[in-house]
């Protein structure tokens, strides 16, 4: 059977992985999660106490030596840094800012998207990230750029992290996901930008059924 790869790119708080999920479920392929591999690696540097944006060597020594991996339980992506399940101690805002910072540096970019192009090369996969259908697969054949406002997305967050209990106010959210999103815009190495042959997916001012829908007809008129 061909192996199909669908890319899903965009900003943090656009919905990639709500969205990718559902439509892997939906399609019956598997779901890459790949910040969540930069959210460990950046995990990992906290532990060791290493200042990810001022002490480059340190990272790029550790992150030889650390071992990711991921696996699907019920169609959940679970990730493991160096053997134990991280899944549940990736999504602080600190984890957030780590990863955001730790994914500048390209020796960090360049261990992660190996495993990502593996993983891509053996399954059909709906795979998001930043730079997925710009520089980790650029011959996907399906390439979606999905974004929203940064109030929007900011907003989406938030309740999220509302839910889940932790102590932030909406502002800090979005000063967070703007500096995030400078990161990513900015940076030298397979910075976030649209891939020419991506299709414009803006849900701006759609709830999550329609989101849903806009993403499951760009993938099934095009499969
Ligand atoms: O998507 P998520 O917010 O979990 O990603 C965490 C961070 O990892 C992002 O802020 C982004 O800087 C980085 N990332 C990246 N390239 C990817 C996926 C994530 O630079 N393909």
Redesign the pocket.
Known sequence: MKIINVAI?GP??AG??TLARLAAKKFGFIYI???????AS?LKMLNLKIDIKNDIPSVIKAIADTKIEISHIDGNQHIYLDGADVTNL??TPEV?MG??????IKEV?LK??DL?REIAKNHSCI??????GTY?LPDADIKIFLTASAEKRAKRRFDELLEKGENVTFDEVLCDMKK?DK??EE?AF?P?KPAGDSILADTSELNLAESERLIENIISERL
């Open positions: 790119d943090s708080g990639k992985s999660d790949t910040g969540a591999m930069y959210r950046a990736i999504r957030s990863a955001s910072n730790i994914a500048v970019r992660l998207v990502q795979m998001d990230g930043r730079d997925i980790v995030r990161n990513d940076r397979a976030l």
